[in-house]
């Protein structure tokens, strides 16, 4: 019976080990995602803005 447990306690923390291995993994894909997502926010920011200032400019102008 106590080998049984040995050999559970050594799995249990074999399998600990694996899974902070995994979830740190997890946790950088996750950050380099949040970064790439920043970027592709500024990047529809600036067609937004060149979108409108497209449609404005002419407007502004032709008001003159």
Do not use: Q, T, W
């Not at 995994?22 to 060149?50: A, C, P, Q, V």
């Amino acid at each position: 019976l106590a080998k049984k447990a040995s050999s559970f306690g050594v799995g249990v923390a074999a399998h600990e080990r694996e899974c902070a291995i995994r979830y740190e993994n997890i946790e950088k894909r996750l950050e380099s995602g949040s970064k790439r997502f920043d970027r592709i926010e500024h990047l529809i920011y600036g067609i937004y803005i060149l979108v409108l200032g497209s449609v404005l400019v002419p407007i502004l102008l032709s008001m003159r």
